[in-house]
């Protein structure tokens, strides 16, 4: 299973905790000092607002670890659906009211680009 971009091995099934997808986020990156900035567009790609993530938060963290990890080139990273949903669901569980707004807004159907700077 993947999740955040990593794979689990299947013997976890598609209940892997929330605390082992944090720590292989963590792993090798340095999200600190970094600004996340994302900009949501419909899908005829009419620009709706840009949004910045709240530094020292997990989804701060899998974002830049997203846009490093990608291997698209360029200024902006365009986030996959199921990713955005999966930062989503575990910020809501682990940074509460700091991503609370934001993770609404993720959970749309809108798409998202990712620019760390």
Known sequence: ?????????ASEGNDVSFDKVIEKVNEGIDASGKTVTLT???REGAKLEELTVPAGTFAHTAFVDYFTNTEAEGEFKMIYYTNKYQISEISKSVDGEVTKELCKKLDDMNLYRVKVA
């Open 1 to 9: 299973m993947f999740i955040c971009g990593y794979h689990f091995p």
């Open 40 to 42: 949501s567009e419909t």
